[in-house]
């Protein structure tokens, strides 16, 4: 199947997941979804890997990915889950210093796949956060947060229990939403490649086509990044709170798929 088919196949996955009010069925329709993008890029693999002329190969890419503007509240809850989408689909990710995009780098089908996943998975994402805080199911809560004080010329960290913030609650919430659906696609892609390995072709060796294609996006990211540092998710003193991270869970657990996404941006520094 070619990058094209798969993509139209996966929009009608996604429209159906958005079109049913039963959470199981949008499930289903989500994890086949990622299936049917881990088998095609699976079968893209071994065509590249069959080819007759190697010069004719597709190569990994690089692809800028905006996340958000600068200054704009919880950008590192979005980067996590584009960033856990990425990680089940074979792309690898340098994230901008300001955490307002994301430099992916991977197969061409790969990327698209996650973008598209992104898109729909994005809006789902904030929308149920905003139910969960118009609920105000978080304000009987508290949470720990980390305060540092300065002292003559010394920094002293120190945990303070305090009233769970609106703020709180969503960085909590979307950081939960964003780990649970990383989840449930590593999980749908495993099966799935595991499935392609089992009954593959004695010519095909699937195993190998996938061992080789990791070693290509591997060379292509460590020559082609300029990424210092490790990006860090949301910090310790944004605080914590377990009601907010599960309500977040069960979000995730139930996510519905659909949209596209845009693309724009310019390169930054970049954090690995």
């Not at 120190?158 to 939960?176: I, K, S």
Request: contains cysteine; aromatic residues 6%.
């Amino acid at each position: 199947m070619s990058s094209e088919k798969m993509l139209t196949r996966i929009g009608g996955l996604l429209r159906q997941a958005e079109s049913t009010d039963n959470p199981h069925e949008a499930e289903a329709f989500m994890e086949a979804a990622q299936r049917l993008a881990t088998a095609t890029s699976i079968d893209l693999a071994v065509a590249r890997s069959h080819s007759a002329s190697r010069e004719k190969q597709t190569a990994p890419v690089q692809r800028v990915v905006k996340i958000g503007e600068p200054g704009k509240r919880g950008l590192k809850t979005y980067v996590h889950l584009f960033v856990a989408i990425a990680f089940a689909n074979d792309v690898k990710c340098d994230v901008a210093a300001s955490s307002t995009q994301v430099f992916a780098y991977g197969f061409e089908s790969d990327i698209d796949t996650c973008e598209a996943l992104y898109s729909s998975l994005l809006i789902q994402m904030v929308r149920a956060s905003d139910a969960y805080i118009k609920s105000g199911a978080y304000k009987n809560e508290t949470a720990v947060r980390t305060v540092t004080e300065v002292i003559g010329r010394r920094r002293y960290k120190r945990q303070e229990t305090v009233v769970v913030a609106p703020v709180t609650a969503r960085l909590n919430f979307q950081t939960a939403f964003a780990e649970r659906i990383g989840k449930r696609l590593d999980s749908v892609k495993k099966e799935a490649e595991a499935t392609a390995i089992t009954e593959e072709r004695p010519e095909t060796g699937t195993a190998l086509v996938l061992r080789n294609k990791e070693i290509e996006l591997r060379d292509y990211y460590s020559t082609t990044s300029t990424a210092r540092g490790t990006w860090r998710r949301q910090s310790a003193n944004a605080g914590y709170s377990r009601g907010a991270r599960s309500a977040g869970d069960r979000a995730g657990r139930a996510a519905r798929l659909g949209g596209e996404a845009e693309i724009s941006g310019a390169r930054g520094q970049l954090e690995r």
